[in-house]
């Protein structure tokens, strides 16, 4: 999508772009991403949370660590959900293995492995993105894997909860086109302001099944659980 190429070019030209490089086909990282996750965190929303589900992407590594540092259990789910989701408890990790609990590769080791009908009750989600509105329209990285976490959580039967992400400034864009399954936010944090959105859009109550291929239950065994126990097999 023109929005997704506009903004990985446009981090690159101004230099913010951190690594891991290249960045088209990521969740980019960016410069100020730690100010971002220390501006969203500052919300109210996070006084009380106790359990927040966040991507494993580069730039909200720095949500992760401060979340644990707030003694807030951290739900993630592995690398294009091949392996599940696992929770990062602050109390069973040492204070100094934070950063790395916090980070993509070490943070299975951490981690505690949960399965699906177990998946715990959530306070926020923090998902990464590559652009977003001020009217609360996102986009990843183009292959649906938050917008498919979000979806399971629901066909679990879990409550809404209030979806957030923190980017850079010029990944904030005027508007886009885009899906039924595409999960909104309703608070974007950049190193700089907190956009609250004032009517937040309607997010998936569920998976869209029909949109989904043989292939993407063979790549993700958890969608065939799902599947399973959606038509009563457990």
Known sequence: M?????????????????FPFPIQGRIPNFAGAEAAAERLLAHPLFERATRVKVNP?????????????RGIEVLTPTPRLQGGFYLLDPKRIPKE????????KMGGEWGVPVALERLPALDVIVMGSVAVTAQGKRLGKGHGYADLEFAILREL???PVPVCTTVHPLQVLESFP???????????????TLIEVAQPLPAPTGIYWDMLSERSFHEMPLLRELR???DGGG
Do not use: C, F, M, N
């Open 2 to 18: 023109e929005a997704r190429r506009a903004v990985w070019q446009a981090l690159v030209d101004s230099r913010a772009a951190r």
């Open 57 to 69: 992407d580069t730039p909200q590594r720095y949500v992760r660590k401060a979340l644990l540092e």
């Open 97 to 104: 293995h934070y950063w790395y609990a916090a980070s993509l």
């Open 157 to 159: 039967g879990h409550a």
């Open 178 to 192: 885009t899906q039924a399954h595409d999960v909104p936010v309703s608070l974007i944090a950049t190193p700089e």
């Open 228 to 230: 399973r126990l959606r």
